[in-house]
């Protein structure tokens, strides 16, 4: 009898583990959006402009998109475990901060760290989640993990709402505090411990900071194009400051004996096709809300409650899309999916590019977000997906630390372009209008960039052809 309930047991702890890990994540992406409802109240408290406001949004996603690649070397070398519940611990302490923040050097430097932490956490944990499960059940554990990804953004617009007009802005970041504590306490208990690793050599520290200053000047650049101009030298020098670094980047990894990033893998078409899907949804969703959250309360003068909760039907299309995703990937395929999820994505938001000021948002914005979010959430499964197919278990961590970069990434853009076209010169209808076409483009090229096929499970890795 015990032989029949031994592999029952440790099919439940691997569950358990799954939903402890998830949560983890969860907690990562609710703050890319949870701030945006709350950006009018924290302005007015810390008395912030908007490249200030930019920079509480994105300092965030920099740091989390710009380090993870060195997360997910961090994860394979020294184990992830002991990686996941560093970067927790990191993260629950710099959320304290942020919410305790008197001023806006110190809320900046909060989201840093949150970033920092982030970045350790989260390729550890998927790097968990694809050695931990295998065959048919590692394509259902890879669907709950995008889920959460397309959630996790809409719901967090939601509770910064209630939290903002509830108990204040500081407790959007209060909140992450007992939930990090009990994660603490809870995920040593569920995660296999960390097996001894080979040595892996020393880390590559500058090629993690040339790629991260590099995403920085980038988004320098694009925030100071809403104040001095696309073609002015304080927005091109950036520009080419963060070509430059790029450059640099590549040109180290190549000569390093332990690179931060095996550039070979960036010529694995699922590994680009997947990671370029995953930042283009994610730019369009993170655009989505900061622009919305903008809109309602700027232009419509709705209070923070309000707007989250207009967001909340957001947040169940996109929990549909990323359910109907995980079934239509294995059915229809990813190139079917990823061009039906960017097509719906685009008829969606294509109203909203002729939207006028007095428009009701109820009969206009939500049901308009609310299609283009079903689209972008079975996007996000088929992105993971497609990814990380045919990724052996000890490129776990690096894998899934190049899918979160461009997720992460693709935030960081968006938020900056999004900030300075609606908020500077270009208007609210034109930024719509860049994000639809997009999405459209998007859809067109998507046949083209995926490999054909549909995932097939085996009892190793999880894989696309």
Known sequence: MSTDLAPADVRARRWTALALICAAQFMLILDVTVV???????????????TALTWVVTAYTLCFGGL???????ADALGARRVLLTGLALFTAASLACGLAPNAAVLLSGRVAQGIGAALLSPAALALVTTTFHGPERAKALGVWAAIGGTGSA????LGGALTAGPGWPWIFYVNVPTGLALLAALPKALPKDKPTAGTGPLDIPGAILVTTATGALVYGLIRAGDSGWTSPATLLPFLGAAAL??????AERRTRTPLMDLRMLTRRPVVAGSLLMLVATALLI????????????VHGLDAFRTGLLFLPVALTTAIGAHLGSRLVTTAGPRACATGGMALAAAGCLPLAFLTPTADPWTTLLPSLATAA???GAVFVTATTTALGLIPPHEAGLASGIVNTF????????VAVT????????????????????????????????PPGRPRTTGGAHGVH
């Open 155 to 158: 719901v967090g617009v939601l």
């Open 68 to 74: 993870m690649l060195l997360g997910g070397r961090l």
């Open 419 to 450: 900030s300075t076209l609606a908020l500077g010169t270009a208007g609210f209808t034109t930024t719509f209008t860049l994000l639809t076409v997009t999405a459209t483009t998007a859809a067109l090229t998507a046949p083209l960039l995926i």
């Open 287 to 298: 655009s989505f809300f900061f622009l919305g959250s903008m809109l309602l309360q700027r």
């Open 246 to 251: 790029y450059a640099a980047f590549a040109a």
């Open 407 to 414: 997720h992460e990434v693709g935030g960081t853009i968006g």
């Open 36 to 50: 945006n409802v709350a950006l009018p109240a924290v302005a007015a408290d810390l008395d912030l402009g908007r």
């Open 374 to 376: 079903l689209g972008l």
